[in-house]
Every structure is written in structure tokens, then in C-alpha cells.
């Protein structure tokens, strides 16, 4: 899988910017409004320091091959920056499974194990679906009444509905998406580029 790079391409949307994801010398400045959404949405997780002072956003899908391998890099980049800041956009777009892990993972905020579920569910050799998600469920220690109840409940639904209006809005590609300042990747990544990524947006958003 390509990487791609991805700018924000006016004041409405993300794209790719040639077939070969070349960016742009300069990204456009990202609407206030949609960074806010992109950072500040309250029903999204939060990773690394939550008071850090850049944000990098991960739109991902429990059934995405790519996001799998990321989870490591991810985890080694949260590690070697103490000062990130991380959000989670749970973008199911790989079928019912890939609906069923968003929510329960989404509902295990509620008992505080999203990450050690998060991580679990990436770790997954089979595909994501209902079976293989309450295994992982269960191995954690979640409750499951508990986890099936919190499914339903409004913020779930809310988050899945603003991670695909984002997507869409956005024009992005595909998962897993990593966005920071006004510039984005898709694909796999290496820790380096990652770094790279933040580093760049620290030096759009004038962050020293």
C-alpha cells in the first residue's frame, strides 16, 4: 500500500494532491471549525498527553490491514513524544464487523479499558466481527451487559456519524488517515515519517 500525502485542498476538503502523493509546497490553512471537530470532538478518544500541544488525528477500521500494523508505530510515537496529543476516529468502512468492533470499542471508554481493548482488537489475527470482538471483549475484563448497553447509547452513534461526515467532507481516501496541523497521510508509515508528520505541523502551528 502507497503512501499518500494529503492537503487540505480548500477551505472544504482533503484530497490527494497528484497519483503519486505529492503534496503541495505549502498546505491551505484548515477552517477553525474543522479543526475543532478533527481535535476537540469530546466523544473521541484521546491518547498520549491529553493537555499536549500539537493533536494527530487517526481515522482507522478494526478490519484494515494497515491499521493493524500501525497500532505498534502509533504506540512508539505516543512513547517517544511526550508532548502529543493523540485522537481516535473509530471510521468503520469495512462492513457490519467493522460497525460492531467501532461500537463496542467506542462503549468500552465507559469502563475505562479502551486502550487495552483498542490494542486487542488490533492484534487480531482473524477478521473483526461480533464473535471474534466479544472474545477480545472478555479477555480484557470488560462487562459485557455493560458493553452490550453502551453500544446503543447516543455518543456511539454520534462519533461513527461525525467520522464519516469528516471523511466525506474531507475527501479522505481510505484508513488508516493520519492527520496533523493542515497536512495528512494515508497508508502505512514508518516511525520517522510519523515524526516527520508532527514535526511539520508543529512548524505550521508555530509550536516550539
Not at 481515522?59 to 505498534?72: A, S
Not at 475527501?171 to 497521510?185: C, K, Q, R
Request: proline residues 4%.
Amino acid at each position: 500500500m502507497p503512501t499518500r500525502r494529503i492537503v487540505l485542498a480548500g477551505t472544504a476538503a482533503f484530497a490527494a494532491t497528484s497519483a503519486f502523493g505529492q503534496s503541495a509546497d505549502r498546505p491551505n490553512p484548515m477552517p477553525d471549525e474543522l479543526r475543532k471537530a478533527l481535535e476537540r470532538d469530546a466523544n473521541a478518544p484521546v491518547l498520549g498527553n491529553p493537555a499536549g500541544n500539537i493533536t494527530l488525528t487517526e481515522f482507522f477500521d478494526y478490519n484494515c490491514q494497515f491499521c493493524r500494523v500501525m497500532i505498534g508505530t502509533v504506540q512508539k510515537l505516543i512513547s517517544s513524544d511526550p508532548d502529543l496529543r493523540v485522537v481516535y476516529r473509530e471510521w468503520p468502512v469495512f462492513g457490519e464487523g467493522s460497525e460492531f468492533a467501532a461500537r463496542a470499542s467506542l462503549a468500552s471508554l465507559r469502563q475505562e479499558k479502551y486502550w487495552q481493548f483498542h490494542a486487542g482488537l488490533m492484534g487480531m489475527k482473524d477478521r473483526a466481527v461480533e464473535a471474534s470482538v466479544l472474545r477480545v471483549a472478555r479477555q480484557v475484563g470488560l462487562d459485557m451487559a455493560r458493553l452490550r448497553t453502551d453500544m446503543d447509547r447516543a455518543e456511539t452513534t454520534d462519533h461513527i456519524a461525525q467520522s464519516n461526515q469528516l471523511a466525506e467532507h474531507m475527501g479522505l481516501m481510505g484508513t488508516p488517515s493520519f492527520i496533523a496541523g493542515d497536512e495528512g497521510v494515508f497508508g502505512r508509515m514508518s516511525l520517522q515519517e510519523m515524526q516527520d508528520l508532527v514535526a511539520r505541523a508543529r512548524r505550521t502551528m508555530g509550536v516550539t
